[in-house]
């Protein structure tokens, strides 16, 4: 199965240029792409200082690095999320490679600068050393969970409850170990002991992005992981919380996988019901607990299968269950994956490029003034060089030189920098040059190409 999953890995790497998504994906590989030349970008809280540092050596490949990276870092997951239930015995536990390497979101999400496949790594990394009763050696690697994505501040609960029922009492205060390092690696920079949490750039009460509906993340479960999946998946709750009430207690399954899997699902819904925390209501946070999702569900497969003691029924079942699951993603239906639309450079990416090879062609040697990533890697520039490029926003589209190239789209710009097209043409300092325009499914893309006067 990891043989068959490097050989599609390689192939999609190949055959398809996407980038996952439009605006994080790229800003993360552009992080750890110039933090070489940048190192004060190896501890910016918002880039993931672990993700940064483990990303950097394969990103100065191009982006086809980072996709390389987070590939490999997906053999991992699977590899180490399979020894796990193996280890636990959990029957059929293979079934969680196919769980993980066909939830159609991740195949998408994959091969992109994203930081959840590695935040997943990281879980099935600490789930494999559970396993093995490696108790300290876990609170070491899951104490820099929190510098993959902040959620980690939420699973460590999980890894801290398992070693109370272990009683492992000696190891938890190793948990901490994450946030006293990059404590004392970060005041050199920041000259703040504090600033793992001053800086943590989700500590909002309120989020500019709004709110939704309580049950949103239920809503998506069919969108990430799969319908036969997701199915799997509520018979395992189910099933694991009817074991807690017979008192039929697995430390592993209820205190880490349940507990770790319903605390970081309830926390992503109430975040975004509530609009706090910068919640966007992202459907891929999941992706970062594919490993605790793989587990439950292979629990409710087992549920499932074992429900017949007729053996050639048990047989035909599992077979049955690995084909749906398996062909699910290609099937015809909104969850699956679309992969020429999927895969690929977006309609929005492909105005971008359009745009910046026009501004490319002007003569000048100002700046670049832009919010969109992905202008940064079309122009090949250095996107943290204050001297190449900075940010629209409203107080440098008021303090431009003549010969900088200002390029507005009507989403990032607007939605990020609150920087509209009248803003900047009642300013008289421009002069526009160029509008390309497309569409990014059902949604208009513009971009302006603008030059100072």
């Not at 300290?136 to 109370?164: A, K």
């Not at 319908?227 to 395992?236: E, H, K, S, T, Y």
Request: charged share 15%.
């Amino acid at each position: 199965m990891l043989s068959a999953y490097a050989v599609f890995a390689t192939c999609v790497i190949i055959v398809f240029n996407g980038t996952g998504d439009s605006g994080d994906s790229i800003l993360h590989f552009l992080f750890a792409q110039s933090a070489p030349d940048h190192p004060e970008l190896y501890l910016d809280h918002w880039a993931k200082p672990v993700f940064t540092l483990l990303a950097s050596p394969f990103a100065q490949f191009g982006f086809v690095g980072i996709k390389i990276f987070n590939g490999l870092v997906v053999m991992l997951t699977l590899y180490l999320t399979y020894k796990t239930a193996e280890k636990w015995k959990i029957n059929r536990a293979a079934f969680v490679l196919l769980f993980i390497a066909c939830a159609p979101l991740l195949i998408r999400h994959t091969f992109s600068g994203l930081t959840e496949p590695l935040f997943a790594m990281f879980i099935a990394w600490g789930m494999y050393l559970v396993s093995r009763e490696k108790w300290l050696l876990t609170c070491v690697v899951i104490s820099f969970l929190p510098f993959v994505r902040s959620e980690g501040l939420i699973v460590i609960t999980s890894f801290g409850l398992l070693l109370l029922v272990r009683k492992q009492w000696k190891c938890i205060p190793w948990l901490l170990l994450g946030h006293v390092v990059y404590s004392i690696v970060g005041w050199f920079h920041y000259k703040d002991i504090l600033w793992v949490f001053t800086k943590i750039p989700y500590a909002s009460k309120n989020s500019i992005y709004g709110e939704g509906d309580l049950l949103h993340f239920v809503d998506q479960l069919p969108f990430v992981i799969g319908i036969p999946a997701a199915l799997f998946l509520a018979v395992g709750v189910i099933s694991l919380l009817v074991l807690l009430i017979r008192k039929q207690w697995h430390p592993e399954l209820h205190a880490l996988v349940l507990y770790g899997f319903l605390s970081y699902f309830v926390a992503h819904s109430l975040f975004w019901y509530l609009g706090i925390f910068n919640s966007m209501g992202l459907n891929r946070v999941l992706l970062g607990i594919m490993p605790f999702i793989a587990i439950v569900c292979l629990v409710g497969l087992n549920a499932l299968i074992d429900l017949t003691r007729n053996s050639k029924v048990r047989l035909a079942l599992t077979v049955l269950f690995a084909l749906a699951i398996l062909t699910f993603p290609v099937w015809d239906n909104p969850s699956a994956v679309h992969w020429k639309r999927d895969m690929n450079l977006s309609g929005e990416q492909s105005v971008a490029r359009k745009a910046s090879k026009f501004a490319k062609s002007i003569e000048g040697e100002g700046r670049y003034l832009y919010i969109p990533p992905y202008i940064s890697m079309a122009l090949e520039i250095d996107h943290f060089d204050n001297k190449k490029r900075a940010d629209i926003n409203p107080v440098t589209i008021q303090s431009v030189q003549s010969g900088d190239i200002l390029i507005w789209d009507n989403w990032f710009s607007v939605v990020d920098a609150h920087v509209t097209q009248e803003m900047i043409e009642k300013t008289g300092a421009f002069r526009k040059l160029r509008t390309v325009k497309g569409m990014q499914e059902d949604r208009e893309v513009i971009y302006v190409v603008y030059q100072a006067k």
